[in-house]
């Protein structure tokens, strides 16, 4: 079964620092890799997604994404933050069928 | 724009009530999932459906059950609300075979 980590629950930044956040999975077969935010009181967006091709991705707002098989981590990048980034990010996984796992999420806080 | 839907975003109920959360999508998405979110464990999956009247349970299906007799419209059903099942709900959808799932507003469900 598929399932993904992320190692930190808060990570904080000052604004224009860049930032990331960490994810990694488990899979059977080939990853379906996907990041998604949820701001205070709403549902999750998606952000980006990595299928297959180039192991770098770019998503919504600026942010990136690295896949890297041989540590089996797709952390979350943006070079510059900004104070309204602050929001839960959640890593998530599918393995080819159509259900998927998510992880625990990490809280992004951006300091003016 | 895909719109995702649920009935209510704040629910009150009393232990033992049976509870009806509905859910319904305008993108005509084969796909439809049913999540609760708890602080610290993240997402999990408690019952998705890839067809009308088809169901199949996720990591954490007991006390819960579903229904899908149209497509657009996916419920939960807790049979006898317990204290432990004050959660957050999320509802998603996706297109069969696609990778993205999109997500309604949330139900925030308090049991007393």
């Known amino acids: 079964a598929q399932s993904v980590a992320q190692p930190e629950d808060q990570v904080n930044v000052a604004e224009g620092n860049p930032l990331t956040v960490k994810c990694t999975y488990s899979?059977?077969?080939?990853?379906?890799l996907f990041w998604y935010v949820q701001y205070p009181n709403r549902g999750l967006q998606f952000l980006l997604k990595y299928i297959t091709g180039d192991n770098l991705v770019k998503g919504s707002y600026g942010f990136e994404a690295e896949f890297n098989k041989s540590q089996t981590s797709f952390h979350l990048k943006k070079p510059s933050a900004l104070v309204s980034d602050s929001a839960l990010y959640f890593c998530?996984?599918?393995?080819?069928?159509?259900?998927?796992?998510f992880g625990a999420g990490t809280r992004l806080t951006v300091k003016p | 724009d895909v719109k995702v839907t649920q009935s209510s975003r704040y629910l009150v109920k009393r232990t033992g009530e049976k509870v009806f959360l509905e859910c319904v999508q305008d993108m005509d998405h084969e796909n439809m999932f049913w999540y609760r979110q708890d602080p610290g464990l993240g997402l999990r999956l408690i019952y998705f459906s890839y067809d009308v009247k088809m169901k199949e349970k996720g990591d954490i299906p007991e006390g819960y059950s579903v229904s899908r007799e149209k497509k657009e419209r996916f419920s939960l059903i807790l049979e006898s609300a317990s204290t432990n099942q004050t959660s957050m709900y999320l509802c998603?959808?996706?297109?069969?075979?696609?990778?993205?799932?999109?997500f309604g507003p949330g139900t925030r469900l308090t049991v007393t």
């Open positions: 998530a996984v599918r393995d080819g069928g159509n259900d998927m796992r």
């Open positions: 998603a959808s996706s297109f069969w075979g696609s990778y993205e799932q999109y």
């Open positions: 899979v059977s077969g080939n990853p379906y």
